[in-house]
């Protein structure tokens, strides 16, 4: 395996299955938002049916502008596709990294939605960070494979318009905003071709009928403010965008453009200047274009729904909306015959209901009509529950459910409107279906219902598979076959409900689900009511509603994922082990040491107890022991797993049955549910030839995502942290030989700058000072005692890892002591060599090493040492933190070479 891998996966993913495939992501439910805003938006979207899908590379490149305009202020069905999760971005507010990182963004994302009122999409591609060009690009990513992805979900969304976030301002700025273009442009060719990309794997063909980028052509003015929400759509696109925090908030407040420019890049509807008039110009988007795909004697639906739809909207009054309950209920009516009448083309959607018989074929109509209904039933059903006062809840005791427990689920219908309503069953998934007798339920009454449910499928990133990080051999996800409904079934997934992972809209997917059905001003509807909730209050994030999920009955989590050990150097190291129950049982877990690639050699394990008796709910800590003299230089991978130990009835005799391997990772956020990741129960084992001098002891400033100083305390370095200003104002800098500022520190805590005078006066003083790559507040800050340029549109990178790396000065202390730097510590680099490189560099910095990508200008700033007094200062744009957090031996030696570079060399 290759150290990229590491980086990219994380350290445990591959070292054993962890869970079921179909194991899902703690996502949000499906808006259960009874507002009068709402209830507005929903009677007045009641026909509208276009559907709108931008596609970006990144979560957050997303016009969020745009999409409000587009779904809150004209009802129209917008979705955005990401196509990667963005776990290579910076982490502002953690340490989160790789699929972690994306599982944090996959919510935030979500978040924004559920403000600017958008569907979410996401190919399989995992962030692999920044790229040269598309040549580049295409090393890490099969083209037909994330091509095919966009298809998809192209003909699961069935969009009238594409809109690429692609322009030429920054196409040359980065290869996977280049490629963003040439996947769109393919996917929106291929979309409507059945032979490249076939139906029975990628959906029926659909025909989008244009596609859009950036650029100079049709002007959408997106500025406006909606009168029912007392915002514009510029504080909704704040307010979205602010959701995605790990990413930083810097410039959201700043002025906004009032409009959108979009360039016309494919048409299937003609090239004439009448059709780029309006964003759906040519475009037949008429409520009664649906009639016509409909048999002839249901054909009558259409203009019913229209009629009285126009009638519901006359007669509503959001203070007092049940006026409109007649006609909502003859609409939702209406609306259930017509998808009766509809053919089953495997639309998404929370209330799909697949027949038992396979899907017929499915021409573009008949797909258009399919989308276009399941929107109109489910607006009017939602609108007329929310006008008659009808709600629900579902409610459990806890938020995470073991495999082998069961629990009580309580669904209370509330009527708080002015009808008599009945309630004629519930489904709750993980209960044995019960019949029940209906129930008439009064107004200003309630009732509850009581189910018990048991085997949840897992609370985990639905798309990180059985690994828990991407396939084997590239930067994508295997593909994981989902539910058209979203409902996660564990290993239960019937053939008709399967279908492509990608094609399902994320803020769909749950791991609990209740369905039921009610009868309202005589319209009988069928209503999923989306997850079980786990209500949860604390002092710091207040009351907050949490999705019940499943979890293994017992996660064994490593305190960290990437051991380093020094080579030919006695070991002695603890390894700890968080072992938690989360069952109400008593249970007996039989332990055992895995390493599927074998031992290192001088290496053994011990101090591991065979089994362990855990009490309900109990968490320990196990301490594993290394010892020996490791000799291999090959990381290796090293698992524990347990299995229940349970004994036969009658007989002295003990069998281990279901296995243990997951651990536990909890994301908090104060804004967010509390996210779950499950990687495999195991670490990487990395030796490293490395010296470290006695004397070197460090003081440590964190930046972003940051394993730095676990890394160097791991291969022997005394090091000390400073997370915060205060702390390092408070540390006594004479302590310490060296300090070291993290990656982008001074962009995650400006604070920090207010101590430059002080870091410059250590160095006088005799200290080491080493500044790892940062951004504009780094190169302009007073910090450095002579002047540097950055480019500040479009700072110099080196984004080819295997670039060439020349030695400019051979001798140069950083590159010869306490480690000899050689052409192996360049090599199996991953993420790109350098970032934030300065143009140029006052004459009194000495210069290292030249560095830059092919076809690109020669730079030698990528190391800067200066003398200043009596101590030295280093300023390096590498990428050290990321090769450190990657496994790659030559970052971790070239850092302790750095941190060294004040203290007297060994003779």
């Known amino acids: 395996?290759?150290?990229?891998?590491?980086?990219?996966?994380?350290?445990?993913?591959?070292?054993?299955?962890?869970?079921?495939?179909?194991?899902?992501?703690?996502?949000?439910?499906?808006?259960?938002?009874?507002?009068?805003?709402?209830?507005?938006?929903l009677v007045s979207g009641l026909t509208v049916t276009p559907r709108v899908l931008i596609v970006g590379m990144h979560p957050d490149d997303e016009d969020t502008q745009l999409i409000a305009w587009l779904s809150r202020g004209h009802n129209v069905e917008t979705a955005y596709l990401s196509v990667t999760r963005g776990e290579a971005g910076l982490n502002f507010g953690g340490e989160e990294a790789g699929t972690s990182l994306g599982a944090l963004r996959t919510e935030e994302a979500l978040a924004g939605r559920r403000i600017d009122g958008a569907h979410q999409f996401y190919t399989r591609a995992f962030d692999f960070g920044a790229a040269r060009n598309i040549a580049d690009v295409l090393k890490h990513w099969n083209r037909d494979s994330l091509v095919g992805d966009i298809v998809g979900v192209m003909r699961a969304f069935r969009p009238h318009v594409v809109i690429a976030v692609f322009s030429d301002s920054f196409a040359d700025n980065d290869g996977q905003d280049q490629a963003l273009g040439l996947f769109v442009d393919q996917?929106?060719?291929?979309?409507?071709?059945?032979?490249r990309f076939p139906p029975a794997v990628f959906g029926m063909p659909w025909p989008a009928a244009k596609l859009y980028r950036y650029g100079t052509g049709l002007r959408i003015e997106t500025a406006g403010y909606d009168r029912v929400l007392g915002k514009t759509y510029a504080e909704l696109a704040i307010e979205s965008r602010a959701q995605q925090r790990s990413q930083g908030l810097a410039g959201l407040t700043a002025a906004r453009s009032t409009a959108a420019e979009l360039r016309r890049i494919g048409s299937r509807v003609g090239d004439s200047a009448a059709v780029d008039e309006s964003l759906f110009a040519a475009v037949d988007t008429s409520f009664a274009r649906l009639a016509a795909r409909l048999p002839v004697e249901a054909r009558g639906n259409i203009s019913s729904i229209a009629a009285n739809a126009d009638s519901a909207r006359r007669a509503f009054g959001s203070s007092s909306p049940s006026a409109a309950v007649p006609y909502l209920a003859r609409v939702a009516t209406f609306a259930g015959r017509a998808r009766a009448a509809t053919p089953w083309c495997q639309h998404a959607s929370a209330a799909a209901d697949p027949p038992a018989a396979s899907l017929v074929i499915c021409d573009p109509p008949a797909l258009d009509l399919e989308a276009s209904i399941d929107l109109v039933r489910d607006r009017s059903t939602a609108a007329l529950l929310a006008a008659s006062g009808i709600s629900f809840e579902a409610t459990a005791d806890r938020e995470l459910l073991a495999t082998s427990d069961s629990t009580d689920v309580t669904v209370t219908m509330f009527n708080r409107g002015t009808r008599p309503a009945t309630l004629q069953a519930i489904d709750v998934w993980g209960s044995h279906l019960t019949p029940m007798e209906s129930i008439e339920v009064s107004p200003d009454s309630s009732v509850r219902i009581v189910r018990r449910v048991s085997r949840l499928a897992d609370a985990h990133p639905w798309w990180s598979g059985p690994h828990g990080g991407p396939e084997r051999g590239g930067d994508r996800f295997d593909e994981v076959p989902s539910a058209v409904d979203g409902l996660a079934r564990g290993g239960l997934l019937p053939r008709p409900f399967k279908v492509l992972g990608v094609a399902v809209p994320e803020d769909i997917r749950r791991t609990s689900n209740v369905s039921v059905t009610v009868k309202v001003a005589n319209a009988t509807l069928a209503a999923n009511i989306g997850p079980v909730i786990y209500r949860h209050a604390d002092a710091e994030v207040g009351l907050q509603n949490r999705p019940l999920g499943g979890i293994p009955d017992v996660t064994l989590q490593f305190a960290r994922g990437l051991e380093w050990i020094p080579r030919n150097k006695p070991l002695t190291r603890s390894l700890r082990i968080a072992v938690k129950s989360h069952s109400d049982r008593e249970l007996e877990v039989g332990l055992n040491v895995v390493t599927p690639m074998g031992m290192p050699k001088g290496i053994r394990v011990d101090s591991l107890p065979p089994f362990l008796r855990l009490a309900p709910h109990e968490e320990r800590e196990l301490l594993v022991q290394l010892r020996g003299k490791p000799v291999e230089t090959d990381r290796l991978p090293l698992a524990v797993i347990g299995a229940r130990r349970a004994q036969t009835p009658g007989q002295n005799v003990f069998t281990l049955s279901t296995s243990y391997q997951t651990g536990l990772q909890t994301i908090h956020r104060a804004y967010l549910p509390p996210i779950h990741v499950m990687p495999a129960s195991g670490e990487w084992i990395q030796p490293i030839d490395i010296d470290v001098p006695p004397a070197l002891t460090v003081l440590y400033v964190p930046g972003v995502?940051?394993?730095?100083?676990?890394?160097?305390?791991?291969?022997?370095?005394?090091?000390?942290?400073?997370?915060?200003?205060?702390?390092?104002?408070?540390?006594?800098?004479?302590?310490?030989?060296?300090?070291?500022?993290?990656?982008?520190?001074?962009?995650?805590?400006?604070?920090?700058?207010?101590?430059?005078?002080?870091?410059?006066?250590?160095?006088?003083?005799?200290?080491?000072?080493?500044?790892?790559?940062g951004g504009e507040a780094t190169a302009s800050s007073r910090l450095f005692p002579y002047p540097l340029s950055l480019a500040h549109s479009a700072p110099e990178r080196v984004l080819q890892p295997d670039a060439p790396v020349t030695v400019l000065d051979a001798k140069a202390r950083v590159l010869s002591w306490p480690n000899k730097i050689g052409a192996a510590d360049w090599a199996e680099w991953v993420a790109g060599r350098s970032q934030s490189m300065p143009?140029?560099?006052?004459?009194?910095?000495?210069?290292?090493?030249?560095?830059?990508?092919?076809?690109?200008?020669?730079?030698?700033?990528?190391?800067?040492v200066a003398h200043v007094g009596k101590g030295t200062l280093v300023y390096t744009t590498l990428t050290l933190d990321r090769q450190i957090a990657g496994g790659i031996p030559g970052g971790l030696r070239l850092l302790v070479n750095l941190l060294s570079a004040g203290l007297p060399a060994a003779r």
Not at 3 to 13: E, Y
Not at 188 to 194: C, E, L, V
Not at 716 to 744: F, M, N, P
Not at 748 to 772: D, K, M, S, Y
């Open 187 to 195: 996917a929106f060719a291929s979309s409507a071709d059945p032979r």
């Open 705 to 773: 995502s940051d394993a730095v100083a676990s890394a160097l305390r791991q291969v022997g370095v005394w090091v000390s942290e400073a997370t915060t200003a205060d702390q390092l104002l408070s540390v006594d800098l004479s302590k310490v030989t060296s300090i070291a500022i993290g990656a982008q520190a001074f962009d995650v805590h400006p604070e920090l700058l207010g101590q430059t005078a002080r870091l410059i006066e250590f160095v006088r003083n005799g200290g080491t000072l080493v500044v790892l790559r």
């Open 839 to 864: 143009t140029a560099a006052d004459p009194r910095y000495a210069r290292v090493v030249e560095v830059h990508d092919v076809d690109q200008p020669e730079n030698r700033n990528a190391i800067l």
């Open 1 to 41: 395996m290759s150290p990229q891998r590491l980086h990219l996966i994380g350290a445990t993913a591959l070292l054993l299955a962890a869970h079921p495939a179909a194991s899902q992501s703690p996502v949000r439910p499906p808006s259960t938002d009874q507002s009068a805003a709402e209830l507005h938006r």
